[in-house]
C-alpha cells in the first residue's frame, strides 16, 4: 500500500514537474540572443557560414517546439547540456558542488530541528513566563533578520574571540572530518537558527494546541509523569504542523544555502548558480534552477510520507 | 477604527508603527534624513567608526554609512512594496476567479501556482534577475512573479468558502453579474486575510529584496542597497564591522516590524483565534 502511495505521489508530480521544465525553458528563450550569441559575446569572428554551423551544433535551427522536445528528452534523462564558460558537462560540475550544499543543508536542518523543537517545547510548557518571553523574542529576531547579517556577526564574534579559527573556506569531508566541521560549524549554525527560528513558533503554537486537549488531561489524571506526558503523550502529536513547516523550509534552507555560501566562501551549489548568473551561464543557471526545483518536489513527497510515521490516522490517498 | 485602537494597545505594536512610519518617511524625503550625499567620497575620513560626523561610520571610500543606508532604505521600501502590492492586486484576481469559477480554469491556476511554489523564493527570483537583468523595475517585476501565487493560493482558500454563503446566492439570483459579486460580495469578506498575508509577505519581500541586495543582484552600485552595503561590509569585518552592524540591523528592524505588526493583524482580523 505504502509502495502504491508513492508511485501515486510520483504520478501526480508529473504534471508540476512537467510544468516547471516548460517555465524554465520559456523563461530561458524569453531572453533576447541564443547560447551561441552568449558563446560569441560582443567580439565576434567567425563567419555566417561558421555561425549557421554552430547553430546546426546545438539545433537552434530547428522550431521552437522541436527544440522544446530535444530539450525535454535531455534533461529528463539527466544531460543538461555543456557550461558556456567552462566547457565542462553541467551535470559533472552540480554534482561535483552538490555534497558540500547538502551537508550545509543537512547540518542546518539537524540544528534547527533540534533547538527548535526543544526550545518550542520548553517555551510552551513555560507559557508566559520569563523563559518563554525570551524564547519568543529570540525566534521573532531569527525570522526578521537577514541570514547574512546574522552570519557576519557571527564571523565578527569568533574572529575576536577565537583567533586561529578556521572561519572561511572549505575542507573536503574525506580529507579531515574535523576540520571540515569546524569549516561548517558557523555557516550552518547561521542557517540552523534561521530556520530554527520558524519551528520554534510552530511547535509552540502546536504544543499548546495539544496541551488543551482532553487526553492530556486524563493521563494527567492517571499520574503519568510530567516527563512521559511532555514527550510522549503530547509532542507526538504536536509534531505534525512541525514537520509541514520544515516542509515550507526547505525552500527557505536551499535560498539560505545561496546566501550562507556566498558569505562563507563554500564551493556549494549556491556558489555555483550566483557565479553562473554574473557570467551569463544559462545551461548551469537553468540546470540548476531546474535540479532544485525537482528536488523539492521529491523532498514533498517524502514530508508527507513522514506523515504517516508520526499520525497512523492520516491516511495515504 | 476599534481594530486600531485594541492594536494600539499593545507597546510593543506601538513601537512597531512608529518604526515603519518612519522608515516609510525616510524613503520618501531621503535628502531630508541624510546628514551626507550618499556617493561622495572622502579620502581624509576612511574606515572611520561611528562618531558624531558620521553616525554609522564611514566605508572604504570615506562615504557616510548613515546616509547611504537612508538611501538603501529607501531602494528596499520602494522594491519590497511595489513588488508584494502587484504580487497582491494579480494574485487577488487569480485567486478570486480560481476559487469563485472553479473547474478546469481553476485547475489550472493551481496548477502553475504550484509549479511555482516548486522553485524556492530566492532561486526563482535570482533566475528572473539573471535572465532579464538586474535594474530597479526587473526587480520589482522578478519578485512580484515569486509572490502571485502565493496570494493567489491564500485568497483562492478563503474564497471557496466565501461563496457558499447565502449572500452570494441571493445576489446571484437578482441577476447581479458574476464580476459585480466578485468585487462587492466575495472581495471584502476576504479582505482580513488579504491584509495579514500582504504584511506577512511584505516583511519576505524586504528579505528577498535584501538577500538579492547582497549578492549584487539587485540594484546595480554605486546607488547603495541595505543588502549589498552588507556585501560592500564582509571584507572589512575584522577591522569595520558597524559597516555590516548598522545596515543589517535596519532590514531586520524593518522585517521585525512588520511581523509584530503582522501577528498583532491575524491575531485581530482571523476568526479562527
Redesign the interface.
Given at each position: 500500500m505504502t509502495l502504491g502511495y508513492v508511485l501515486r505521489r510520483i504520478i501526480v508530480s508529473v504534471p508540476t514537474v512537467l510544468l516547471v521544465v516548460l517555465m524554465v525553458f520559456v523563461a530561458i528563450h524569453l531572453v533576447p540572443g541564443t547560447a551561441v550569441d552568449m558563446m560569441l559575446g560582443t567580439q565576434n569572428y567567425l563567419t555566417e557560414d561558421q555561425i549557421r554551423q554552430l547553430y546546426h551544433q546545438y539545433g537552434l535551427d530547428k522550431p521552437l517546439v522541436v527544440q522544446y522536445f530535444a530539450w525535454l528528452k535531455n534533461t529528463l534523462s539527466f544531460n543538461f547540456g555543456v557550461s558556456l564558460r567552462t566547457g565542462k558537462p553541467v551535470l559533472q560540475l552540480i554534482l561535483s558542488r552538490l555534497p558540500v550544499t547538502l551537508e550545509l543543508a543537512a547540518l542546518s536542518m539537524a540544528i534547527a530541528l533540534t533547538l527548535g523543537i526543544v526550545l518550542g517545547v520548553v517555551s510552551a510548557v513555560k507559557r508566559n513566563g520569563f523563559i518563554d518571553d525570551i524564547i519568543k523574542v529570540f525566534s521573532l529576531i531569527g525570522i526578521s533578520s537577514p541570514a547574512f547579517w546574522i552570519g557576519s556577526i557571527f564571523i565578527v564574534l569568533f574572529s575576536g574571540l577565537f583567533r586561529g579559527f578556521n572561519i572561511f573556506g572549505y575542507v573536503p569531508i574525506d580529507r579531515d572530518l574535523l576540520k571540515n566541521l569546524q569549516s561548517m560549524l558557523l555557516p550552518s549554525l547561521t542557517l540552523g537558527l534561521m530556520i530554527c527560528a520558524q519551528i520554534v513558533r510552530v511547535t509552540r503554537a502546536s504544543m499548546l494546541d495539544v496541551l488543551r486537549q482532553e487526553y492530556i488531561k486524563t493521563a494527567m489524571a492517571k499520574g503519568v509523569s510530567r516527563t512521559v506526558l511532555i514527550f510522549k503523550h503530547a509532542l507526538k502529536n504536536a509534531l505534525i504542523p512541525v514537520v509541514t513547516v520544515s516542509g515550507i523550509q526547505l525552500g527557505y534552507l536551499i535560498g539560505g544555502t545561496i546566501v550562507i555560501e556566498n558569505l562563507f566562501a563554500l564551493p556549494g551549489l549556491g556558489r555555483l548558480l550566483l557565479q553562473a548568473v554574473n557570467e551569463r551561464d544559462y545551461p548551469v543557471v537553468q540546470s540548476i534552477v531546474l535540479f532544485v526545483a525537482i528536488m523539492i518536489v521529491a523532498l514533498n513527497i517524502l514530508i508527507d510520507f513522514v506523515y504517516t510515521l508520526l499520525d497512523p490516522r492520516v491516511e495515504l490517498k | 477604527m476599534k481594530t486600531l485602537r485594541r492594536i494600539l494597545k499593545k507597546p510593543l505594536n506601538i513601537v512597531a508603527i512608529v518604526l515603519i512610519f518612519s522608515i516609510v518617511s525616510m524613503a520618501f524625503f531621503p535628502k531630508f534624513f541624510s546628514t551626507h550625499d550618499p556617493l561622495e567620497m572622502d579620502y581624509e575620513s576612511i574606515l572611520e567608526p561611528p562618531s558624531r560626523k558620521h553616525f554609522f561610520g564611514t566605508d572604504q571610500f570615506g562615504r557616510d554609512m548613515y546616509s547611504r543606508c537612508v538611501h538603501g532604505v529607501q531602494k528596499s521600501v520602494v522594491v519590497a512594496f511595489s513588488s508584494t502590492s502587484i504580487a497582491c492586486l494579480f494574485g487577488t484576481a487569480l485567486g478570486l476567479i480560481s476559487g469563485y469559477y472553479g473547474g478546469l480554469l481553476d485547475l489550472l491556476i493551481m496548477?502553475?501556482c504550484?509549479?511555482?511554489?516548486?522553485?524556492?523564493?530566492?532561486?526563482?527570483a535570482?533566475?528572473?534577475?539573471?535572465?532579464?537583468g538586474n535594474s530597479l523595475l526587473n526587480l520589482i517585476i522578478a519578485i512580484a512573479i515569486v509572490y502571485t501565487p502565493i496570494f493567489a493560493r491564500t485568497i483562492r482558500g478563503s474564497v471557496l468558502s466565501v461563496k457558499e454563503n447565502l449572500f452570494v446566492k441571493a445576489s446571484k439570483t437578482l441577476g447581479s453579474s458574476d464580476l459585480r459579486i466578485m468585487l462587492f460580495h466575495v472581495l471584502p469578506n476576504v479582505s482580513s486575510i488579504l491584509i495579514v498575508t500582504f504584511t506577512t509577505n511584505l516583511?519576505t519581500a524586504f528579505?528577498t529584496e535584501?538577500?538579492l541586495g547582497?549578492?549584487?543582484?539587485s540594484v546595480p552600485p554605486p546607488q547603495p542597497t541595505l543588502?549589498g552595503l552588507?556585501?560592500q561590509?564582509?571584507a572589512f569585518?575584522?577591522t569595520a564591522?558597524w559597516m555590516?552592524?548598522f545596515p543589517?540591523?535596519i532590514?531586520?528592524?524593518i522585517?521585525?516590524s512588520l511581523?509584530?505588526l503582522g501577528d498583532a493583524l491575524r491575531d485581530l482580523l482571523d476568526p479562527k483565534r
Open positions: - | 496548477r502553475v504550484d509549479s511555482f511554489f516548486a522553485f524556492p523564493t530566492l532561486v526563482l535570482l533566475f528572473i534577475v539573471a535572465l532579464f516583511s528579505l535584501a538577500s547582497f549578492l549584487g543582484l543588502g552588507v556585501a561590509a564582509t569585518l575584522a564591522p555590516a552592524l543589517g540591523a532590514i531586520a528592524l522585517v521585525l511581523n509584530v
